[in-house]
């Protein structure tokens, strides 16, 4: 079980707008840490697609958009295109007693349908 | 241009001992945190530990404390993660990839496929 839940997978036609949910808890997103969110395409490293909880790196299309309230974080995409279609992952920082450090969603797939 | 380039492909057998590396170039080597993230086969990324070459400073996950060890050699830009004795679970993709701040990772490896099997 990952510290982070994400959905196994959401889907969306060519043009659709989709949401991907990043739910944690009080001693990571809940206690202020930032989230980040990369995506994987298959076969390949995953890559940095929001920082910060809403940041793009140079380079990142604006359809990729971050946001972040209380314990959750959510990623838009909007105007779905085919190369879309990844895994994405959600991150942040846990300051858990029992081992803090860097903790992952369990990745959510997206089919671009 | 920022770059980390990753040891090839390898194949062990179980209780065998490996290293592999992790070269970063274009960027200060021994001022940004250096992680290792492992994927399991169909699986998602975790978090395995960090490194900051510039005093070795070293924080693990407590899901691989005691597991593996992570180390760094500035004088060549290098980074390296290594098992003592391998076990089949260790099958795994490994990727490495710097941490600017924040415990955001900006750029990653290209992975490095770790094949244990007898």
């Known amino acids: 079980q990952s510290v982070l839940t994400q959905p196994p997978s959401v889907s969306g036609a060519p043009g659709q707008r989709v949401t991907i949910s990043c739910t944690g808890s009080?001693?990571?997103?809940?206690?202020?840490?930032?989230v980040h969110w990369y995506q994987q395409l298959p076969g390949t490293a995953p890559k940095l697609l929001i920082y910060g909880n809403s940041n793009r790196p140079s380079g990142v299309p604006d359809r990729f958009s971050g946001s972040k309230s209380g314990t959750s974080a959510s990623l838009a995409i909007t105007g779905l295109q085919a190369e879309d279609e990844a895994d994405y992952y959600c991150q942040s920082y846990d300051s858990s007693l029992s081992g803090p450090g860097v903790v992952f969603g369990g990745g959510t797939k997206l089919t671009v349908l | 241009e920022v770059q980390l380039v990753q040891s090839g492909a390898e194949v062990k057998k179980p209780g065998e001992s490996l290293k592999i590396s992790c070269k970063g170039s274009g960027y200060s080597f021994t001022s940004y945190w250096i992680g290792w993230v492992r994927q399991m086969p169909g699986k998602g990324l975790e978090w395995m530990g960090i490194i900051y070459p510039g005093d070795s400073d070293t924080r693990y996950s407590p899901s691989f404390q005691g597991q593996v060890t992570i180390s760094a050699d500035k004088s060549i830009s290098t980074a390296y993660l290594q098992w003592s004795s391998l076990k089949a679970s260790d099958t795994a993709m490994y990727y490495c990839a710097i941490s600017r701040g924040g415990w955001v990772f900006d750029y990653w490896g290209q992975g490095t496929l770790v094949t244990v099997s007898s």
């Open positions: 009080s001693s990571n997103i809940g206690a202020g840490y930032d």
